[in-house]
Every structure is written in C-alpha cells, then in structure tokens.
C-alpha cells in the first residue's frame, strides 16, 4: 500500500507538471475555442522532427538572446543589417570595426524579406502544425501566391490549418541566425471563399522546441491580423529578435472563414562565415550599376547620366504621355542615334505595361547603364550589338501604375495595386484584335472582305474617340508603326517563362488551347533562347511560382494554351507590323525588394542580351528597282510560311527564320515579281538576300501617259468600246 501511495503521488505529480509546461508553453489562450481532440500535439512533433534532428554543416545553435562574446541580450538598437541587402553603392561598402566597442550588428532598423515570395525560402523550411489537404499546405503559405483555377487541386491559395483553434502555427526555418523585424500576412487567395487571420502571435526559437513569444510590458503582444483577403499587412516587432525559426500562431480568424494565411517575414541575416548553407546560396554581382527602385524623377535623371557617359550612342526621347500626363521616355542605343541605318535592324525592350510589374522596368535601367560602361570599356560583344543594331529601351510603359505601386512600397502592394492605368485599362491586352478579323477570313473563303495575312489594318471603331483605348496604347501603336521594329520583348512579371504567340485561341469555345502562329518553329526557338540562357527558368529543380509547371516546354508556353488574351500586344504586334514580339515574365515576385535586385539582374544579364542578338537571325536584303532605288511597302514572303512582311521606306527588310533553305518571293506594286533561294546558317547573321526588280509593262505605259499629260486607258474599258464598234459594224 505505501509502495502503491509513493506511486499514486509521483503519478500525480508528473501531471501536475505536464499541465503546467503545456500551460506555459500556450501562454494567453483570450480566443480559445474547444477543440475536438488533441492530435495537433503528433502532428506537430511528425512535421519537425525530420528537420530539426540533422544541423547544416558548420552551424552551431545559440540562444535567441545573445550572440558570442556578448556581455547581453540584443537590443533593437544594436543590431546589423548584412551589408549584401544595403541597396545602395554607398551602403553596399561594409562598416569598419568600431572603436568605440559597439555591436558588430548596429545597422539601420529596415531589413528586407527572407523570400518567401520570391522563393529563396524553400518549400522545405516552411512547417505548419495542421494543413487540411496538401495543396494548403505550408509551402503555400507565401506572400501573393496565387491560386490555381481549380481549387482542390495541389495549387492552392494559402497555407490553411487542418482545424480552427488557437493552436495553429505556420513556421519559418531561417537555417541561419536571423534578427527579424517584421511579419506582412494576407489571407487566402481564392474566388470561392473568404478566409483570413485577422489576429496572431509571433514565437521565436533557436531549436524549433523552446518557443519565445514577443512581448511587451503587459504580457504577448497579440498583432492585428487582416480584414479582408488580398491587401496585405505589415507589424514590426516591437524590438528586433535574432533567432533562427520564427513562428505565427493565429488567435482569431474571419468568422465566416478559417484559419488560412500567406505570409512575408522581415528579417536580416547575420553573418556567419561558418553558415554552409549560406555560402552554397550566396549570389554576388560585380557590375557597377545602380541597384535601387527608381521612381520617375529617379528614372529619368538615370537616363540622362547614361546619356551624359555615353553622349555617342544613346539619345533620349519620348513616345507620347500618359493619362496623367507623365512622358512615355524612351532611350535609343546605336552608333548613328536619331535615324534609321539601311540595312540595320530595330529592336525594343519595353516594361511596365502592367504598372506594379516593376523588375522589368529595373531590368531595362540596369541594362541600358551596364551596355553603356561596357561599350566604354570596349567589350567586344556589347560594341559589335551596338554598332549592328538599333535599339531602344522603354521602361515604363504605365508610369501612373507605377506610381500608385511604389508608393505603397515592394511588400504592401498586392497582387493587383497599379496593374491599370489610370482609366482602369489593362494596356497589355489594349489593342486591336486583329486574330478575329483574320480567322473570320480564312474561314469564309468566298467572303468579299480579303483579309491580308500580315499589316492588317486596324478596324475604323478602334481609332475612334470613343473607343476604350488608353492614351498610352495609342502612343505604343503609333511608335511601333513609326520604326520598322523586326524584334522585341515585352517584360512582365508574376512568373518565370517566356510566351509566345498566338495569345488569343482560335476556338470561341475553348479558354486554353495550342494555337501556334505560321511561325511557330522561329517563335519557339526566340522563346528558348531567353528561357535557356536565364539562371532559373529551365532549372528543373526549381518550384513552379504559383500553379504552373512550364519545365516540359523548357522555361516556354504559347500563350493561347496558357490562358486566351483578345488583343494582346503581341498578336497586334505579328499582325499589324513586321515585329516579332515576346512576352518575357522575369520572375514570381513582380516587386521584389531592392536588395533582390543584383541577383535579378545577374539571373536575366545573358538572357537580355542573347535575345537581342536574335535580331540577326534569319534574312535581310533591299529591294531596289534596276535604277538602284530602294522599293518601299514591297511584300516578301517565304514558301510554305502563310505570313509575309514588307519593306521599309528605303526598301530593306528583315525576315527572321531558324537555319534552313528557303524560297523567298517578292512583289510590289507595278513591278514584276522575283524569287529566290535563300540559305539560313546556324552562325549568327543574317543572309544578306536582295532583290532587283523592274517595272511592268502597264506601268511603264502609265509613267509615259502620265508625263505626257494623258492618262492611260484601261484594259477592261478598252474591250468594253471595242466590242461596241464591232457590234455596231454589225449591224
């Protein structure tokens, strides 16, 4: 009996122990709800164990509060940002040691996102204490991740928690010491439901087992969470934290909805030698470029110090304005700047279209700097690509979305905060849709309306006043039918891949379908030679940004099978002009923080500049007339491709096509037709491929009659009389 009592109160005592550690550990429990069984405890230690039992090489664990050779915990005010996340020239040089003894961490309060946007956090360092299917599971947890139109499949809009009680936690594994400032969180991305956390706490930890809440005087800080589902949200922590794993546990939640999140974490790393993990990882740049977010007064005095290094071959100008009236500036790169070259093709690169797209438009400044030193500094490649061609770099194409944009900041925007223009127009698909107008004549063989299968003009209803076009659509159209462009890339954002045309599907009762262009085999190969030059886009590793996995077509998708877009500036592109245009996505996140932006540009460098070559891909040639005068709006087609081009005002052309043998033809209006054979190599550069022809014999009978003063008599009129005095004879 005693043996059996000494039992009962050592019993008695372990769970009056157990209840008071599972006590603290749970802390204020204000909006508990009663939950139907206990199994989140299994669940949780099944989702860590795999990950915390196995250190990267060379860390050591170290309590949250203090560092080595600290006398104490960190404070806020003693922290450090990693110099690589500084945005700024000036900032990007490290501190010296200070003298005076002050923490090696001392850095301004900002620090940037880990990345669960962007990726850089991998699916592997997100946990969740529940899920309640996969497809809402942690990993889909990130910051503007977007859902798949089928809700129930693995693509999801959020990480959402198997059961809605206060006991739920969504986890991040820095894999390194991390001081984290912030957490940004939004709700679930979906058309169906509504579901958002609209208060939470933040835990911290060293080893994913003891959890530390951020406090305050009066107890856990309780954050406000969010009220509606996309706009984002921001809290900084009251005093910065150095941990590895940082930790949200919801404590209510919408309460027509459940507990589900996206969610962003502001953190500086610290630096760590000794981190394997991070020097695997670690991307560097040795460009001397201006990596930062430029607003438009930044842009354009951009512009102009480009111009002021490199006064010989860039020149700035605009295309027209904006609906607020911001000019639509543009810089052109050439050796001859301000006129068109004979025998010199035109390329662009525009960004922008989607205002809140803003790597692009970065990509494109740090691109026009990085050509301009390089030209200077007499790199071969760069000087050779200036030298042979024109061209010109648009960065913002929508500078009031733009706006609208940054001054919400690259984290707080949204998926959606200035995608329009100021008139609520989408201008990438603003423009004529030329798809129906040729469809609906190749359908209709007999139809009297012969549609051309290339510069279709543009319907009379488009150019009205009254028709929604944005001013800067128009602005686009009328510079694109001022230049011969031959290339160009619009660059977007939201994604990793390269589309192609068609973007418009050729079924009305289809939304998703392969509808490939007659140039098909040349518009793949443009859309391979960015997608294979870039760091990411035909990793087969990598993750899919949000619902789509374009691996199996190599980084590229025609842009009818992805999703059908009516007046796409690409098919007006094809259509309406001898330019073959691209749409480039350069990366998920469509406003990445600025410390993002060296490693962006060192992803897209190669890419940008592979894809500019492409413009000397194929054939080009001047058709003259036996005068030796170039012929103007002549027509060159390629046998067995159902689109042609026509030559420019001084009579030269440029027809992209892969390596091969083709038979080229030539018409123009009162010539006589030519043909001939014309070979593509595989080296770049185009096969010089002209074409003499002379005038036809009615036009030479029209030019005598015409100099006389006479003019000539038709054929047909000419039967009609002829005819008539035979009748009359008869009689």
Same mark, same amino acid.
């Given at each position: 009996?005693?043996?059996? =009592?000494?039992?009962?109160?050592?019993?008695?005592?372990?769970?009056?122990?157990?209840?008071?550690?599972?006590?603290?550990?749970?802390?204020?429990?204000?909006?508990? !709800?009663?939950?139907?069984?206990?199994?989140?405890?299994?669940?949780?230690?099944?989702?860590?164990?795999?990950?915390? &039992?196995?250190?990267?090489?060379?860390?050591?664990?170290?309590?949250?509060?203090?560092?080595?050779?600290?006398?104490?915990?960190?404070? +806020?005010?003693?922290?450090?940002?990693?110099?690589?996340?500084?945005?700024?020239?000036?900032?990007?040089?490290?501190?010296?040691?200070?003298?005076?003894?002050?923490?090696?961490?001392?850095?301004?309060?900002?620090?940037?996102?880990?990345?669960?946007?962007?990726?850089?956090?991998?699916?592997?360092?997100?946990?969740? &204490?529940?899920?309640?299917?996969?497809?809402?599971?942690?990993?889909?947890?990130? /910051?503007?991740?977007?859902?798949?139109?089928?809700?129930?499949?693995?693509?999801?809009?959020?990480?959402?928690? *198997?059961?809605?009680?206060?006991?739920?936690?969504?986890? $991040?594994?820095?894999?390194?010491?991390?001081?984290?400032?912030?957490?940004?969180?939004?709700?679930?991305?979906?058309?169906?439901?509504?579901?958002?956390?609209?208060?939470?706490? !933040?835990? $911290?930890?060293?080893?994913?087992?003891?959890?530390? +809440?951020?406090?305050?005087?009066?107890?856990?800080?309780?954050?406000?969470?969010?009220?509606?589902?996309?706009?984002?949200?921001?809290?900084?922590?009251?005093?910065?934290?150095?941990?590895?794993?940082?930790?949200?546990?919801?404590?209510?939640?919408?309460?027509?909805? =459940?507990?589900?999140?996206?969610?962003?974490?502001? #953190?500086?790393?610290?630096?760590?030698?000794?981190?394997?993990?991070?020097?695997?990882?670690?991307?560097?740049?040795?460009?001397?470029?201006?990596?930062?977010?430029?607003?438009?007064?930044?842009?354009?005095?951009?512009?102009?110090?480009?111009?002021?290094?490199?006064?010989?071959?860039?020149?700035?100008?605009?295309?027209?304005?904006?609906?607020?009236?911001?000019? %639509?500036?543009?810089?052109?790169?050439?050796?001859?700047?301000?006129?068109?070259?004979?025998?010199?093709?035109?390329?662009?690169?525009?960004?922008?279209?989607?205002?809140?797209?803003?790597?692009?438009?970065? %990509?494109?400044?740090?691109?026009?700097?990085?050509?301009?030193?390089?030209?200077?500094?007499?790199?071969?490649?760069?000087?050779?690509?200036?030298?042979?061609?024109?061209?010109?770099? /648009?960065?913002?194409?929508?500078?009031?979305?733009?706006?609208? +944009?940054?001054?919400?900041?690259?984290?707080?925007?949204?998926?959606?905060?200035?995608?329009?223009?100021?008139?609520?127009?989408?201008?990438?698909?603003?423009?004529?849709?030329?798809?129906?107008?040729?469809?609906?004549?190749?359908?209709?063989?007999?139809?009297?309306?012969?549609?051309?299968?290339?510069?279709?003009?543009?319907?009379?209803?488009?150019?009205?006043?009254?028709?929604?076009?944005? $001013?800067?659509?128009?602005?686009?159209?009328?510079?694109?039918?001022?230049?011969?462009?031959?290339?160009?890339?619009?660059?977007?954002? #939201?994604?990793?891949?390269?589309?192609?045309?068609?973007?418009?599907?050729?079924?009305?009762?289809?939304?998703?379908?392969?509808?490939?262009?007659?140039?098909?085999?040349?518009? @793949?190969?443009?859309?391979?030679?960015?997608?294979?030059?870039?760091?990411?886009?035909?990793?087969?590793? @990598?993750?899919?940004?949000?619902?789509?996995?374009?691996?199996?077509?190599?980084?590229?998708?025609?842009?009818?099978?992805?999703?059908? !877009?009516?007046?796409?500036?690409?098919?007006?592109?094809?259509?309406?002009?001898?330019?073959?245009?691209?749409?480039?996505?350069?990366?998920?996140?469509?406003?990445?923080?600025?410390?993002?932006?060296?490693?962006?540009?060192?992803?897209?460098?190669?890419?940008?500049?592979?894809?500019?070559?492409? $413009?000397?891909?194929?054939?080009?040639?001047?058709?003259?007339?036996?005068?030796?005068?170039?012929?103007?709006?002549?027509?060159?087609?390629?046998?067995?491709?159902?689109?042609?081009?026509?030559?420019?005002?001084?009579?030269?052309?440029?027809?992209?096509?892969?390596?091969?043998?083709?038979?080229?033809?030539?018409?123009?209006? *009162?010539?006589?037709?030519?043909?001939?054979?014309?070979?593509?190599?595989?080296?770049?550069?185009?096969?010089?491929?002209?074409?003499?022809?002379?005038?036809?014999?009615?036009?030479?009978?029209?030019?005598?009659?015409?100099?006389?003063?006479?003019?000539?008599?038709?054929?047909?009129?000419?039967?009609?009389?002829?005819?008539?005095?035979?009748?009359?004879?008869?009689?």
């Amino acid at each position: 009996m005693i043996a059996r =009592s000494k039992k009962g109160a050592c019993s008695s005592q372990l769970c009056l122990a157990l209840c008071a550690f599972g006590l603290a550990l749970l802390g204020d429990v204000s909006q508990a !709800v009663p939950m139907d069984d206990q199994d989140y405890y299994l669940q949780e230690i099944s989702n860590r164990d795999h990950y915390y &039992s196995f250190p990267y090489p060379g860390e050591e664990f170290f309590p949250f509060t203090e560092q080595p050779g600290e006398e104490g915990p960190i404070r +806020a005010a003693e922290t450090e940002e990693h110099p690589g996340f500084k945005p700024s020239r000036k900032e990007l040089k490290p501190k010296k040691n200070n003298k005076k003894g002050k923490s090696i961490l001392e850095t301004p309060p900002d620090c940037p996102p880990l990345g669960l946007e962007t990726l850089k956090i991998t699916d592997f360092q997100l946990h969740a &204490s529940t899920a309640k299917r996969y497809g809402l599971g942690a990993h889909r947890g990130r /910051l503007n991740i977007q859902a798949g139109v089928n809700e129930n499949d693995f693509y999801d809009g959020a990480w959402c928690a *198997g059961r809605n009680d206060p006991y739920q936690w969504i986890e $991040v594994d820095a894999r390194r010491l991390t001081k984290f400032t912030g957490v940004i969180t939004q709700g679930r991305n979906s058309l169906w439901s509504s579901n958002w956390v609209t208060s939470y706490r !933040v835990l $911290v930890s060293n080893d994913s087992h003891a959890w530390t +809440a951020v406090r305050n005087e009066s107890g856990d800080v309780i954050f406000e969470g969010n009220s509606e589902k996309e706009i984002p949200v921001l809290n900084m922590l009251p005093v910065p934290l150095v941990a590895r794993y940082i930790r949200i546990n919801p404590r209510s939640w919408f309460e027509e909805g =459940s507990i589900c999140m996206r969610l962003e974490i502001l #953190g500086c790393p610290l630096p760590d030698p000794n981190n394997y993990y991070h020097r695997r990882n670690e991307m560097t740049t040795t460009d001397n470029l201006d990596f930062k977010h430029h607003n438009y007064k930044e842009m354009r005095q951009l512009m102009k110090t480009v111009n002021k290094m490199c006064p010989n071959i860039t020149r700035i100008y605009n295309i027209g304005k904006s609906n607020q009236g911001l000019k %639509l500036y543009a810089v052109e790169i050439s050796d001859n700047p301000g006129e068109h070259e004979v025998g010199e093709p035109e390329f662009r690169y525009i960004a922008g279209a989607h205002g809140n797209e803003v790597l692009g438009r970065e %990509l494109i400044l740090l691109l026009m700097q990085f050509m301009c030193q390089e030209y200077l500094a007499g790199n071969p490649r760069i000087v050779h690509l200036i030298e042979d061609t024109r061209i010109h770099l /648009l960065p913002s194409v929508n500078p009031d979305g733009y706006d609208k +944009a940054y001054k919400a900041g690259s984290e707080l925007g949204g998926w959606s905060l200035g995608r329009w223009t100021q008139d609520g127009i989408d201008i990438n698909n603003n423009f004529p849709d030329l798809n129906s107008l040729l469809w609906e004549s190749e359908d209709q063989k007999k139809s009297k309306r012969k549609v051309p299968n290339h510069h279709i003009p543009i319907p009379d209803w488009y150019l009205s006043e009254n028709a929604t076009v944005a $001013v800067e659509t128009r602005a686009i159209i009328a510079w694109m039918e001022k230049i011969p462009f031959v290339l160009g890339g619009n660059l977007q954002g #939201g994604e990793l891949v390269v589309a192609y045309p068609y973007d418009m599907v050729r079924s009305m009762w289809k939304t998703q379908d392969y509808t490939p262009t007659p140039d098909d085999h040349v518009f @793949r190969w443009l859309a391979y030679s960015y997608a294979s030059t870039h760091r990411l886009m035909t990793d087969a590793r @990598r993750r899919a940004c949000h619902t789509e996995d374009f691996q199996k077509e190599d980084g590229t998708v025609n842009g009818a099978s992805w999703h059908t !877009v009516a007046g796409s500036i690409n098919d007006f592109s094809y259509l309406h002009t001898n330019c073959f245009e691209l749409s480039i996505y350069v990366g998920c996140d469509k406003y990445p923080h600025e410390s993002e932006l060296p490693e962006e540009w060192e992803n897209n460098r190669e890419s940008l500049i592979v894809f500019m070559e492409q $413009v000397h891909r194929g054939i080009k040639g001047i058709v003259k007339d036996v005068h030796g005068k170039g012929i103007p709006n002549a027509v060159i087609s390629v046998e067995g491709v159902n689109h042609d081009i026509r030559t420019g005002s001084d009579g030269d052309y440029w027809r992209l096509l892969n390596p091969g043998e083709y038979v080229v033809g030539v018409k123009a209006e *009162g010539y006589t037709t030519a043909t001939k054979t014309c070979e593509v190599g595989y080296d770049m550069g185009a096969t010089q491929c002209d074409f003499t022809i002379s005038k036809t014999n009615l036009a030479r009978i029209k030019e005598i009659m015409k100099k006389f003063g006479k003019q000539p008599i038709s054929l047909s009129i000419r039967r009609l009389r002829q005819r008539a005095r035979q009748w009359r004879q008869q009689r």
